[in-house]
């Protein structure tokens, strides 16, 4: 198993910019296609961007496509999400997730693991 902790969420006015990661531990992270989801208060869990076990793909959703960027130090155990031009419709609970199988796409229920997530706020 693994264990994941996400933090860098915050207020942020329209435009600005925010950094979040999510530190892993327990089982090896770099054996993980690893994914960032989002949730807004009564809507359901969207996904954002995922990236493969060696960092060499990424994916985003439309939504996010140019201005989010999705990294991962396998060294650190630190999965991390750029977020710039940040706009009120982000607004939302990140969450990290952990998928077992490396195929692992834009579905929830493909991944395996997931942390407590973290709020995002952009004011307009």
């Known amino acids: 198993q693994v264990q994941l902790v996400e933090s860098g969420g915050g207020l942020v006015q329209a435009g600005g910019s925010l950094r979040?990661?999510?530190a892993a531990s327990g089982r090896t992270f770099s054996t993980?296609?690893?994914?960032?989801f989002r949730q807004?208060?009564?809507k359901e869990r969207e996904f954002v961007a995922r990236i493969s076990w060696n960092g060499r793909s990424t994916y985003y959703a439309d939504s996010v496509k140019g201005r989010f960027t999705i990294s991962?130090?396998?060294?650190?155990?630190?999965?991390?999400l750029q977020m710039n031009s940040l706009k009120p419709e982000d607004t939302?609970?990140?969450y990290c997730a952990a998928a077992d199988l490396e195929r692992a796409g834009s579905r929830a229920y493909e991944y395996d693991y997931w942390?407590?997530?973290?709020?995002?706020?952009?004011?307009?």
């Open 92 to 94: 939302a609970v990140y």
């Open 115 to 124: 942390g407590q997530g973290t709020q995002v706020t952009v004011s307009s």
């Open 20 to 22: 979040l990661s999510c």
């Open 32 to 36: 993980y296609a690893m994914g960032w």
């Open 72 to 80: 991962r130090d396998n060294a650190k155990n630190v999965l991390s």
């Open 40 to 42: 807004a208060p009564g």
